[in-house]
Antibody, heavy 127, light 108 residues
């Protein structure tokens, strides 16, 4: 059974760096094509894909946010970490991590859907 | 840049009836389209991928159709647990992995 869970601060100040951790179980990065992505959702708004990382450490980023995002993984801990710099109140959202299945979409481009999602963690940016 | 447009924004349907939700892409995405269901306070749930393939454990009353730029999610015989927000997502074009704005399916 695949599960994912996000953790991190619920409140960050403007200009600070947000660090979120996704801890997962039920799958392994050693499986070719498997990945973990981050998606966010401002209150009452639509979903926005942020970043994706594969088991071979290949990474993909949203073009509109790539300068602010860093995604890494710790395979030994079954964790994926997302860092977002220079936080602003408009970045207030629920942040989800999700599993990319092995044969979804296009491995090379990072175009994919997500089949298992964490419960999400709400992050508020305010001074 | 691709844009995903869902219609209607809100759809009111009675339990037991059929619901038809639309998703339009501003350029062709082939059949690289997914549908998700999201209930308040919950994560999205994958319903359909490849435009028409049901995800595991998704009941057959959910069906997806379409290709290119026009897609439809049909829910036959609505049950109380089906009232939620539904999102389409393309995974074929730049920018990657873009979602529609959602359709809220509410009980009539």
């Amino acid at each position: 059974q695949i599960t994912l869970k996000e953790s991190g601060p619920t409140l960050v100040k403007p200009t600070q760096t947000l660090t979120l951790t996704c801890t997962f179980s039920g799958f392994s990065f050693s499986t070719s094509g498997v990945g973990v992505g981050w998606i966010r959702q401002p209150p009452g708004k639509a979903l926005e894909w942020l970043a994706l990382i594969y088991g071979d450490d290949d990474k993909r980023y949203s073009p509109s946010l790539r300068n602010r995002l860093t995604i890494t993984k710790d395979t030994s801990k079954n964790q994926v970490v997302l860092k977002m710099t220079n936080m602003d109140p408009v970045d207030s959202a629920t942040y989800f991590c999700a599993h990319r299945p092995r044969f979804a979409g296009n491995l090379l481009t990072g175009y994919t859907y997500f089949d298992y999602w964490g419960q999400g963690t709400l992050v508020t940016v305010s001074s | 840049e691709i844009v995903m447009t869902q219609s209607p924004a809100t759809l009111s349907v009675s339990p037991g009836e059929r619901a038809t939700l639309s998703c339009r892409a501003s350029q062709s995405v082939g059949n690289n389209l997914a549908w998700y269901q999201q209930k308040p306070g919950q994560a999205p749930r994958l319903l359909i991928y490849g435009a028409s393939t049901r995800a595991p454990a998704i009941p057959p009353r959910f069906s997806g159709s379409g290709s290119g730029t026009e897609f439809t999610l049909t829910i036959s015989s609505l049950q109380s647990g089906d009232f939620a927000v539904y999102y389409c997502q393309q995974y074929n074009n730049w920018p990657p992995n873009t979602f529609g704005q959602g359709t809220k399916l509410e009980m009539k």
